[in-house]
């Protein structure tokens, strides 16, 4: 899961085009991705995103991947990001 406020779009995009496809050559399924449809507590309408990975362990592996942090070096600056990795329920 990730939280961003975006300062640089341009940015962004040059990190999408490399996380979106690195992402899903991981298995992973793209399941929320977009600001917040209504904010409720003290929740922001900054953009979110939840990805699905078959296990915890490939999920780091991406995070840890060179493709993928080379993702990371594009979006340096462009953006607050709030990135979690969470082992989800069975």
Avoid: N
């Amino acid at each position: 899961m990730a939280h961003h406020k975006i300062y640089d779009a341009e940015k962004l995009a040059a990190y999408s085009s490399i996380a979106g496809p690195a992402v899903q050559a991981a298995g992973g399924q793209f399941l929320v991705r977009g600001p917040a449809a209504t904010r409720e507590d003290i929740g922001d309408s900054q953009r979110t995103i939840v990805v699905e990975f078959e296990s915890l362990e490939t999920a780091v592996g991406l995070y840890e991947s060179p493709t993928y942090r080379k993702a990371l070096a594009v979006i340096e600056g462009a953006a607050d990001r709030d990135f979690r990795i969470l082992e989800g329920l069975e």
